[in-house]
């Protein structure tokens, strides 16, 4: 099992900023991608930025060169830094971990962002 703790959501302008982060426990495969997904009211989820275990990235190209998604391997923690937020970005954001090999999954409780003037 893996547990995921998201935190940083909140209330922001237009054209802020905000920083997600997500710490994972439990039974952590080495090799293995995290990333967020979120999921705005009355549609599906969808992603946002993946990240493995080697830096590699993934982005949307909805949030490309706005949002940055680092991660550090030792702490097991994996950052989403978001500027120039647009109400669209508004939505439930979801942390994600998926073990590489045997591609299970695992959510965090999810946390909101909310982008208003």
């Known amino acids: 099992q893996v547990q995921l703790v998201e935190s940083g959501g909140g209330l922001v302008q237009p054209g802020g900023s905000l920083r997600l982060s997500c710490a994972a426990s439990?039974?952590?495969?080495?090799?293995?991608?995290m990333g967020w997904y979120r999921q705005a009211p009355g549609r599906a989820r969808e992603l946002v930025a993946t990240?493995?275990?080697?830096?590699?990235?993934n982005y949307a190209d909805s949030v490309r060169g706005r949002f940055t998604i680092s991660r550090d391997n030792a702490e097991n923690t994996v950052l989403l830094q978001m500027h120039s937020l647009k109400p669209e970005d508004t939505a439930v954001y979801y942390c994600?971990?998926?073990?590489?090999?045997?591609?299970?999954?695992?959510w965090g409780q999810g946390t909101q962002v909310t982008i208003s003037s």
């Open positions: 994600n971990y998926r073990a590489y090999i045997s591609g299970r999954a695992y």
């Open positions: 439990g039974s952590i495969n080495s090799v293995n991608i």
């Open positions: 990240i493995t275990t080697s830096d590699t990235t």
